[in-house]
C-alpha cells in the first residue's frame, strides 16, 4: 500500500524551480536510511496540479532540500522511488525515512509532518483491517451460493459503521489540534460523510483557511441539507426544472393519502439499477398506499436517461431534474438515495438500501 492520502485539497504555488537558501529558519527535507534500491534517484517536490518544485538525488541513502523560508505552509507531495508522501514546507527539519508501508518520518522532524504520518498511519491501518474484514464477507457471500443472507447483510452494515466511526475519530483527533491550517483542511476531508452532523460541526469552528475552501464548502452545505431532510423533518418542497424547461414541484408530485417513495437516481448508476426490482415490487405490491417517483438527472443527459428507463421497465412517475436541485436540496452525496415521505409530509425514513426501505415498509404495514 501507497503511504499517500488521497485528499481534497493541496497547496497552491506556480511552477518552476526554487534556488535553495541557507538561512537558518528555512524548511528542510531529507531523506535518511534509504534502500540502495533509490540510490541515483531523485526525491521531487510536487504542488498541486503536478506542477514540480525542485528535486535532490539520493546519495548514500540521503537527500537534502532547503527552501526558501517564504515558502507558503500548504501540503505537497515527495514523490520517491514510484512511491508518495505528502509534505508541509514548515520551518525546521523534516526527515523521511522508509518503513514497513513507504515511508514516513522520523521523530525529530517538524509538528505538522509528525501529525501528518500519525494521521496516514492511522487511517492506513484502519483501511487494512476494513479490506481483509470486507474480503471475509465477500468469501461467506461466495459460500453461500453468491447470495446475499440478512446475515451477510447484517455484518457489512455493522463493518462498514465500524470503519466511518473509526475514520471520525481519526479525523477528528487530528482537526481539533489544526483547526485553522493545511493539515486540518485535510483531516476534515477525511470526515465520514454518513456522520452529517458531526461534520457540521467540526466545519463551523474551523478557521477561514478551512472554510474557505471551496470543495469543504459545497460538502459543507450538502450535509446541512441532509440535517434538514433527515427522518423526522418536514420535507422540502423544492423546484426542479425537467429537460424542457418546465418547472415541477415535490408537493406536485405527491397524491392525498399516500406515501410518496422518491428514488434519486442516475442511468450510470449500477447500484441504482439493482434497486429497481425492489422498486418494482413496491409500485406492484403497495398502488393504494404509496406513490413511486424516480428523480435523476446526476451527471447524465436526458437521452442517457430516457434509454435506461426503457431497458430498466420503468412504468411508475420518472422526472428528469436537469439541474439537480433535488440533490442540493435533499443533501444526496450517494445514489441511490430513498425516501419516503408520509402523507402529513414528513420524511419517514431515508436509506441508500433499497432492502432497508422496502423493510421499513413492512414495519409500516403500508
Given at each position: ?42 526525491a521531487t517536490l510536487i504542488a498541486k496540479g503536478g506542477h514540480r518544485i525542485d528535486s535532490a538525488q539520493v ?72 479490506v481483509r474484514e470486507s474480503l471475509a464477507l465477500q468469501e461467506a457471500y461466495k459460500a453461500a451460493g453468491n ?150 438527472g446526476i451527471n447524465e443527459t436526458y437521452e442517457a436517461n430516457m434509454k435506461a428507463r426503457e431497458e430498466l ?54
Amino acid at each position: 500500500m501507497k503511504k499517500s492520502l488521497l485528499l481534497l485539497s493541496a497547496g497552491l504555488l506556480a511552477a518552476g524551480t526554487i534556488a535553495c537558501t541557507k538561512e537558518s529558519n528555512s524548511p528542510r527535507l531529507r531523506g535518511s536510511n534509504l534502500p540502495q534500491s533509490l540510490e541515483g534517484q531523485y526525491a521531487t517536490l510536487i504542488a498541486k496540479g503536478g506542477h514540480r518544485i525542485d528535486s535532490a538525488q539520493v546519495i548514500s541513502g540521503a537527500f537534502e532540500l532547503i527552501l526558501p523560508d517564504t515558502i507558503s505552509v500548504a501540503r505537497y507531495d515527495v514523490e520517491l522511488g514510484g512511491q508518495a508522501i505528502g509534505y508541509f514546507p514548515e520551518s525546521g527539519t523534516s526527515t523521511i525515512i522508509p518503513d514497513s508501508e513507504g515511508y514516513t518520518y522520523d521523530e525529530t522532524s517538524t509538528p505538522m509532518n509528525r501529525q501528518l504520518a500519525t494521521l496516514t498511519e492511522e487511517y492506513n491501518t484502519a483501511y487494512g483491517d476494513y479490506v481483509r474484514e470486507s474480503l471475509a464477507l465477500q468469501e461467506a457471500y461466495k459460500a453461500a451460493g453468491n447470495k446475499v443472507t440478512p446475515e451477510i447483510s447484517e455484518k457489512g452494515a455493522e463493518l462498514s459503521d465500524r470503519f466511518s466511526a473509526r475514520v471520525a475519530e481519526i479525523a477528528r483527533k487530528c482537526f481539533e489540534e489544526n483547526k485553522d491550517n493545511e493539515l486540518g483542511r485535510m483531516a476534515l476531508s477525511l470526515y465520514p460523510t454518513s456522520d452529517s452532523k458531526g461534520f457540521v460541526e467540526l466545519y463551523e469552528s474551523a478557521g477561514e483557511l478551512i472554510k474557505e475552501d471551496p470543495d469543504l464548502k459545497k460538502l459543507y452545505e450538502l450535509q446541512q441539507a441532509e440535517q434538514k431532510t433527515s427522518a423526522g423533518q418536514p420535507y422540502v418542497d423544492v423546484t426542479m426544472t425537467d429537460e424542457t424547461g418546465k418547472e415541477i414541484r415535490v408537493s406536485e408530485l405527491r397524491e392525498e393519502g399516500k406515501h410518496l417513495l422518491i428514488d434519486v437516481w442516475a442511468s450510470w448508476c449500477g447500484p441504482c439499477r439493482a434497486a429497481m426490482p425492489h422498486l418494482a415490487e413496491i409500485v406492484k405490491g403497495h398502488p393504494s398506499t404509496i406513490k413511486v417517483v424516480s428523480i435523476g438527472g446526476i451527471n447524465e443527459t436526458y437521452e442517457a436517461n430516457m434509454k435506461a428507463r426503457e431497458e430498466l421497465g420503468m412504468t411508475w412517475t420518472t422526472v428528469f431534474d436537469s439541474t439537480s436541485a433535488f440533490a442540493d436540496a435533499y443533501g444526496i452525496q450517494a445514489i441511490p438515495t430513498l425516501i419516503l415521505i408520509n402523507p402529513e409530509g414528513t420524511t419517514e425514513f431515508k436509506t441508500n438500501d433499497a432492502n432497508e426501505m422496502s423493510a421499513k415498509i413492512d414495519d409500516l404495514g403500508l
